[in-house]
């Protein structure tokens, strides 16, 4: 007595694999499509991962601050526009506060002419003096000398400027540079006086005015 009628249909991807025939041949190559179809899925689900690996892969492998637009845009109308740049990320350290040069206070001198001495507006006019530093170097021969001080304080320079009209400069400045550039002044018994050296007695002395040449 023989088996009866079987048929088994399989579609793969509109591929059409057809088997008819008796129950006992059909269910013995339905084990090797069965199989066959496994296979087929397997490979097909692993494609479908080793593509989605990929790609996933691809996009860690790019910095996280790099932009994946182009660098050029184009406005409806044709014209290139280049990609806006990103804000500048503000720096967290604090800026330094600008140094504050103190705040002097003048300190009264005799600066007028008397029967021993000419005043301090006379002297200035007959070395003139060209800036800062010979400026000081003036003020400080003029009380050193005229009004035998062995140093002068920097509230003193500010009232020899006082009394010429001149402009007031930052004396702690001048002071300091002109001892470690010029050498006509030297730190005195406090932070707030100098001395005037022998260069700059000499300077005064002799080399002022300046000789005009032709």
Same mark, same amino acid.
């Given at each position: ?120 507006? %006379?002297?200035?006019? =007959? *070395? +003139? #003096? ?10 400080? @021969? ?19 400027? %006082?009394?010429?009209? =001149? *402009? +007031? #400069? ?10 470690? @550039? ?26 002022? #005015? ?5």
């Amino acid at each position: 007595m023989g088996g009866s009628e079987a048929r088994f249909t399989i579609n793969v991807k509109d591929g059409i694999v057809e088997l008819e025939g008796k129950e006992t041949f059909v269910d013995k190559h339905l084990e090797k499509f069965e199989e066959i179809f496994k296979m087929a899925v397997k490979e097909a689900i692993a494609s479908g991962m080793q593509h989605q690996n990929i790609a996933l892969k691809a996009q860690i492998a790019l910095p996280q601050d790099v932009q994946t637009v182009p660098q050029h845009q184009h406005t409806p109308n044709g014209e290139s526009m280049a990609a806006a740049p990103k804000p500048a990320v503000a720096s967290s350290a604090k800026p330094h506060a600008p140094r504050v040069a103190p705040t002097l206070p003048l300190i009264p001198v005799d600066l007028k002419a008397n029967e021993s001495k000419p005043g301090l507006r %006379e002297f200035y006019a =007959e *070395k +003139k #003096p060209q800036n800062h530093y010979e400026k000081t170097a003036v003020f400080a @021969y003029y009380i050193t000398k005229f009004n035998k001080q062995g140093e002068v304080k920097f509230g003193e320079i500010l009232s020899c400027y %006082e009394e010429v009209s =001149e *402009k +007031k #400069p930052s004396v702690t400045d001048i002071v300091k540079n002109s001892a470690r @550039y010029k050498g006509w002044l030297e730190q005195g018994s406090d932070k707030y006086s100098a001395r005037l050296t022998i260069s700059g007695e000499n300077y005064v002395k002799f080399d002022m #005015p300046k000789k005009e040449t032709d």
